[in-house]
């Protein structure tokens, strides 16, 4: 740490790692490689909302895969009506396709919407969240709820949680270091074998750290 | 951002409502009292702008004072057109008028304005910063620059400094513990006799680490 201490600081075994995003490559000791991905608000769509959206059996189109295996951004997109009738157009769609539709926005956008006080929550853990209203080419959807502000996360494998120390469900830091350093102080560990070692977090997050300039990017217990 | 009602959705933004945490205050132990504001997106204008954007000797109508002694919104906003012709309306001028001028904008704004690397500095300090069209209902002013994303900063008297063992230039942290807790590293000192105890954050942070729902705010070395 470059200054100072946190007062949890003495609570924190010193098996901090240096990890980098892919623009910081080369400058680190040793695997794993961590990489930080910014999410911009999206959606994830179960099979009958696509069918109410898109039309009966419709299929995503993949526009660009995404760095967890089998995910990717659809070329469809939607438009969100939030409660006041304020719009977010061109909202993505993220596949494959999920048992339950979820929306995932920064606070940002959902102050801009009209939510003003959209829950953290990891991805599927929808009951109590907010619903709302989707507009798609084939119809429409009212969604009793899904929307949410995703936690931030980190996915890894089993071999990489051994290597931080770390279980499913465990929370970890994140530091990101520059003109703006900041810590994130929960970032939810997610564990499974087909994970590549990656933490998410959302667009006002990474505008927050000032991510795209960030100088060294650090992840420990 | 990029999102509301109308067609141009994309150039047009609402004003992010401005977070005031008075409610967590005592969170420290003892006196001085803290408190946390999120700023929303604005302007600070000379006289000879003011001049051109709303004819010669044009008053700023105050709409409602700020935190920090002497320092208000006004009633008066201006237009704002970034490098891609995309424009942010509504833009709220701060009184009372400096020296020269300055827009302050969360990185949100700045990437939907088509400012992609909007520089952190502190208030005033704008050289090689990057410029921009303002528009006002009396005329346009072209700013060479003055275009920053405020780096976060704490105003505090002398007392205060001296409660909290720093002085003008320290760098202090606050931690925001809640849902999303944040550690900002960053936070810059600025004493001043006629100051009032307060940290100024941007829309970006104050989402980043759910400010208006925090559970608890701590200012340390």
């Known amino acids: 740490m470059a200054t100072g201490t946190l ?35 999206h959606m994830h769509v179960s099979r009958q909302d696509l069918d109410k959206l898109f039309g009966p059996g419709y299929e995503l189109t993949v526009d660009r895969p995404l760095p967890q295996p089998g995910n990717f951004a659809a070329k469809e997109t939607v438009t969100l009506v939030g409660p006041r009738r304020r719009l977010i157009s ?20 959902a102050v801009s919407l009209g939510y003003d006080d959209l ?8 009951d109590g969240t907010p619903g709302a209203l989707v507009m798609g080419p084939h119809g429409v959807v009212e969604l009793p709820n899904g929307l949410i502000r995703a936690a931030m996360h980190v996915h890894m494998n ?49 505008n927050a750290c000032g991510l795209s300039r960030a100088r060294e990017i650090v992840l420990f217990k």
């Not at 098996?15 to 040793?30: F, K, M, N």
């Not at 061109?90 to 979820?102: A, E, K, V, Y």
């Not at 290597?163 to 994130?184: E, I, N, P, S, W």
């Open 158 to 206: 089993p071999q990489e949680a051994a290597h931080y120390g770390v279980k499913q469900g465990d929370l970890m830091k994140l530091r990101v270091a520059g003109d703006a350093a900041v810590t994130f102080e929960r970032v939810h560990v997610r564990v499974d074998p087909s994970s590549r070692l990656g933490v998410h977090m959302d667009t006002d997050e990474a």
């Open 7 to 41: 007062p949890s600081r003495s609570q924190v075994e010193e098996i901090v790692r240096q990890v980098v995003t892919a623009r910081l490559a080369g400058t680190h000791s040793g695997p794993p490689r961590l990489e930080v991905h910014a999410s911009a608000r």
């Open 90 to 109: 061109n909202l993505r769609i993220l596949g494959p396709l999920r048992s339950r539709s979820q929306i995932e926005l920064a606070f940002t956008d």
């Open 119 to 126: 829950p953290i929550r990891l991805s599927g853990n929808l």
